[in-house]
């Protein structure tokens, strides 16, 4: 099976390379995972006693945003309005480069994540979810007798 060095579309290409790679490793979108160029942005990282989780969602108000913790999965679901003129005006929209309009992100948590400690706020456009560890998996010392 032989391929032209330079295919027509390098951008086909390359998601087709990415979900190969995926396949190959069975890498999942996770909290480790590969998924990129979703809506909104995320940076996730975690501390012994918490997982956090920053959504970079701009425009948005809280009212428009829903979280939910359920099975293991996060989800972050909203929708962001359009701010182009309506058709019927005699603007013109030369570049919309902007995402408008329903999106969803989903996560898996680790085991120890708990569904009951999990607190989201939003504000200046950033959107930071803590999700606790369970006390259960706190490492903690021990005393000797």
Do not use: C, W
């Amino acid at each position: 099976m032989y391929r032209s060095l330079f295919p027509r579309d390098m951008v086909a290409e390359m998601d087709r390379l990415q979900r190969e790679m995926q396949q190959a490793f069975d890498l999942s979108p996770s909290i480790r995972g590969l998924a990129r160029n979703g809506y909104p942005a995320l940076n996730v990282g975690g501390t012994p006693s918490a997982i956090e989780i920053y959504a970079f969602a701009p425009g948005l108000e809280p009212a428009s945003l829903e979280v939910h913790l359920e099975r293991g999965l996060l989800s972050i679901a909203g929708e962001r309005k359009s701010s182009l003129p309506q058709a019927d005006s005699k603007a013109a929209v030369h570049i919309n480069e902007r995402f408008a309009g329903r999106f969803r992100r989903a996560l898996s948590m680790p085991e120890d994540a708990d569904p009951d400690g999990v607190e989201a706020r939003l504000r200046d456009g950033v959107l930071h979810i803590t999700v606790r560890r369970k006390a259960s998996a706190q490492p903690r010392r021990i005393t000797v007798q």
